[in-house]
């Protein structure tokens, strides 16, 4: 038990019956192994962008985009608002899942969406973040509105965020263009927490971060920066919570540089319950 024995099989003494079967047979497995290095070959691009041509757009807006050996779809949530795709158009997107379905075969759903799209386009840009000298250590998004990204430079002598830009804005602003107007916030990626979260809360200018043992960082800045640190709909609040992974609490001070709670102790102690 578990030796292999080989011996050949002339072809020439099949009937009609088992050459079709052995056709079959070879047919199923050559098919098998092509859609195995196919899954493979897409399940390692995910993250990576990739362009196609639409081929057809469905009742409920999922875009068909033929790619390469197979046609990828783009789900209707993961393209930017007020985007409109037709037949033909080329479009730039970013590779999200792989997987198999039983009755459609090899599935890759790409997004326009996805942080990781951002990223893509600003290594494509950006040669300095194509060589390595700069690495993108976090980048969060609302698509079609506004995203930050935090920039590390690898060596001394370059700066990422200057980098990033480009002269007058050039390179930061074609990847806006892509991205229909998405303003991108670029910062320099700093270990230190706090650091870091004051950075992400640019344009306004901060105080002081406070990060309880919860991660909840409460960030201290006087009443003029307020709308800045909030930003419209609440979208600079969030994004520098989504960029840093903590939870964000804006303690507005008053004129002396302390809190409105620590002023409204002061005033109970003086004047009592009123």
């Given at each position: 038990i578990g030796d292999e024995l080989t011996y050949e099989l002339?072809?020439?003494?099949?009937?009609?019956?088992?050459?079709?079967?052995?056709?079959?047979?070879?047919?199923?497995?050559?098919?098998?192994?092509?859609?195995?290095?196919?899954?493979?070959?897409?399940?390692?691009?995910?993250?990576?962008?990739?362009?196609?041509?639409?081929?057809r757009v469905d009742s409920e807006e999922n875009t068909f985009i033929e790619i390469d050996e197979l046609r990828a779809v783009m789900p209707r949530k993961n393209r930017i608002k007020g985007e409109k795709f037709k037949p033909g158009d080329v479009v730039k997107a970013v590779i999200k899942s792989v997987y198999i379905d039983k009755s459609m075969g090899i599935k890759v759903e790409l997004s326009r969406t996805s942080p990781k799209f951002l990223e893509a386009l600003l290594k494509a840009e950006v040669p300095e973040i194509k060589d390595g000298l700069?690495?993108?250590?976090?980048?969060?998004?609302?698509?079609?509105?506004?995203?930050?990204?935090?920039?590390?430079?690898?060596?001394?002598?370059?700066?990422?965020?200057?980098?990033?830009?480009?002269?007058?804005?050039?390179?930061?602003?074609?990847?806006?263009?892509?991205?229909?107007?998405?303003?991108?916030?670029?910062?320099?990626?700093?270990?230190?927490?706090?650091?870091?979260?004051?950075?992400?809360m640019a344009p306004a200018i901060i105080s002081s971060v406070k990060i309880g043992e919860d991660g909840k960082a409460v960030v201290s800045l006087v009443t003029e920066q307020k709308s800045k640190a909030i930003g419209k709909s609440g979208i600079n609040i969030r994004l520098a919570s989504m960029l840093t992974g903590h939870e964000i609490e804006l303690n507005e001070l008053g004129a002396r540089g302390e809190s409105k709670d620590e002023n409204a102790k002061d005033l109970k102690a003086l004047f009592g319950d009123l």
């Open positions: 002339s072809t020439d003494n099949l009937g009609r019956t088992a050459a079709q079967t052995l056709h079959k047979e070879l047919e199923y497995h050559i098919q098998r192994l092509m859609e195995e290095k196919i899954f493979q070959k897409y399940q390692d691009m995910v993250g990576h962008m990739v362009f196609g041509s639409v081929t700069v690495l993108i250590a976090a980048s969060a998004r609302i698509p079609g509105e506004r995203a930050k990204v935090a920039l590390v430079a690898t060596s001394p002598n370059v700066d990422p965020v200057g980098a990033t830009v480009g002269t007058k804005g050039v390179r930061i602003n074609a990847v806006t263009k892509e991205l229909n107007g998405e303003n991108i916030d670029a910062i320099e990626y700093s270990a230190e927490p706090a650091i870091l979260i004051t950075r992400a």
